[in-house]
């Protein structure tokens, strides 16, 4: 794609269909390295998103041959005015939001990784609540070759996924980890075959979608939240969102499903 056919597409593209939302990085020709315009848009989608009540799984996925390369360095957002760029405020302003409404989601949220995924491109994926990746992909907390540290999530996900020894190999090192490795160690959820990828995540996004969205959610931020508690206070979190879960009509389709031996139908959101 030259350079003038990209400004002409728009950088993040958007479809919903059967209650799933697809939100493609589209600088192909970049990688999809995001810029601030990209945020701009991307943001905003996910929390259309969010709003829709018919919305119930997000795919979050990039054009081309890459999921996406991280930071436009390229980017206006990065230039000093005279000095060096406020990388800080960068984060602060554009990856710390967009990090908070990934995890935050009120649907299943599912990255689609076609190929790359390098710093907060890497973390941005990792931010989602599934993972599925082709077999070509890699991901690459390549922050330490610029003097950088992991952001985008990237300090708080890659311990608790796979723990500190490997965490701190992979941001040290910043090592290409194929997707399959990525798979094994327990990164991501799913290595596939690089043809079965776009069939693999339709698949899931269904599957979710057709699940008890409300209760999805919440068992996500239960298990984060158990990771700062003791035993006790996990049982007791457990006993509140049950109750609440108890209470809802989902709990009910899908008691009222298992004992007349048909398919249930969930609707909470």
């Known amino acids: 794609m030259s350079i003038a056919a990209e400004h002409q597409t728009p950088p993040v593209l958007v479809e919903t269909r059967d209650s799933i939302c697809t939100i493609t990085l589209n600088r192909p020709a970049a990688l999809n390295s995001l810029t601030a315009a990209m945020h701009g848009l991307l943001l905003p989608a996910l929390e259309r998103a969010a709003a829709d009540p018919g919305t119930r799984a997000v795919v979050l996925t990039g054009a081309g041959r890459g999921f996406c390369a991280g930071q436009d360095l390229n980017d206006p957002a990065m230039s000093g005015a005279g000095g060096p760029p406020d990388v800080g405020g960068v984060v602060e302003r554009l990856y710390r939001p967009l990090a908070i409404r990934v995890r935050t989601m009120p649907v299943p949220v599912i990255a689609s990784v076609n190929g790359v995924a390098a710093g907060a491109g890497a973390n941005l994926a990792l931010c989602c609540d599934l ?24 300090t708080w996900l890659l311990p608790r996924l796979v723990g500190r020894a490997r965490a701190i190999g992979l941001a040290m090192t910043g090592d290409k980890l194929p997707a399959s490795e990525a798979a094994a160690i327990g990164l991501i959820w799913k290595c596939v075959d690089d043809e079965a990828l776009a069939d693999e995540t339709r698949a899931l996004a269904h599957r979710v979608a057709s699940l008890p969205t409300r209760a999805l959610v919440q068992t996500r931020l239960a298990l984060d939240a158990a990771l700062g508690l003791e035993f006790a206070s996990a049982l007791d979190e457990e006993a509140r969102l049950q109750g609440a879960l108890g209470m809802a009509e989902d709990f009910a389709e899908g008691v009222a499903a298992f004992r007349e031996k048909r398919s249930p139908h969930f609707s909470d959101r």
């Open 131 to 154: 993972v599925v990746a082709a077999r070509s992909a890699s991901f690459i907390q390549a922050f330490s070759r610029i003097g950088l540290i992991p952001d985008c999530g990237g």
